[in-house]
């Protein structure tokens, strides 16, 4: 077999990485010097990493953060907000992922809820896990036209399979009855199976009279299968009176805005 019908062959079996290394390999003489398996080695190196490289990309398209710029370590612990950083980093790691554990995040509008949402989701992926972020408002009305339509399963599957679903303004309008009924299909499914991450401007306690003014008993039913399981991240600022929103912190720099 000719070296030019390997390089074909490697394309053919969409491995064109090793395929450029190994051309490459034939055009440097200097390695004709280095042992058959080390030049072998290098070539499969290169074809792991690039494939590693194409499929975290693809998890982070796919996940469609909110905020695909944030990370964990862009996090600001100066910025006059109480953060619990051993908590944060510990979390970084992905361990609740595999204890298939939830996240709560609460706080006021600008606190940088949901910058600290898509960065977890961000080491998510960068640990190989399947990633959704969503607005609980969007997910909603996706679900409820589902089920009219008649493919609410398909629909649903979309939201149960991600390994960790992000949904953002968790309750931020109160559910009705049918609204509240496909979320707990979503969050039964999901329980024991996969992690979520809640970020919400309502602290837990007051998450009951958001679903159905909390006299369902769908109320009890959603908070009973999130509650007792989940991290809870409550982001409250040290002197309310310097109270200074995280898009302002996050923001473009005053010299560049005009």
Same mark, same amino acid.
Request: net charge neutral.
């Given at each position: ?5 390997t390089i ?31 030049? *072998? !080695? #290098?070539?499969?190196?290169?074809? $792991? ?5 194409? %499929? /975290? ?62 960065? *977890? !989701? #961000?080491?998510?992926?960068?640990? $190989?896990?399947t990633v959704?972020?969503? %607005? /609980? ?31 953002d303004e ?37 998450? $009951? ?50």
């Amino acid at each position: 077999m000719t070296n030019e019908a390997t390089i074909n062959k490697l394309i053919e079996m969409h491995m064109t990485p090793m395929a450029d290394a190994f051309r490459n390999q034939l055009n440097d003489t200097t390695m004709k010097e280095v042992p058959f398996e080390d030049r *072998f !080695g #290098m070539m499969v190196d290169i074809e $792991y990493t690039t494939r590693k490289s194409n %499929r /975290l990309k693809k998890l982070i398209k796919d996940a469609g953060m909110e905020q695909p710029d944030a990370s964990i370590a862009g996090i600001d612990y100066q910025s006059g907000r109480k953060l619990n950083k051993s908590l944060i980093t510990r979390l970084a790691r992905g361990e609740y992922i595999t204890e298939y554990r939830n996240i709560f995040i609460t706080g006021a509008t600008g606190s940088g809820k949901t910058y600290m949402a898509c960065a *977890f !989701g #961000m080491e998510a992926c960068k640990q $190989y896990y399947t990633v959704r972020y969503v %607005r /609980l408002p969007d997910m909603l009305l996706e679900l409820q036209a589902a089920r009219e339509e008649g493919n609410f399963p398909s629909i649903l599957k979309k939201y149960t399979k991600p390994t960790l679903l992000i949904i953002d303004e968790w309750l931020l309008m109160k559910l009705s009855e049918s609204e509240a009924r496909n979320l707990f299909e979503l969050i039964h499914k999901r329980r024991k199976r996969s992690s979520t991450i809640f970020c919400s401007q309502f602290e837990e306690k007051d998450w $009951y009279s958001q679903i159905c003014n909390g006299e369902n008993t769908l109320a009890d039913a959603i908070m009973d299968r999130i509650s007792y399981d989940s991290y809870k991240i409550n982001i409250e600022y040290i002197d309310k009176t310097k109270d200074r929103s995280m898009r302002e912190v996050y923001g473009l720099d005053p010299s560049q805005a005009q």
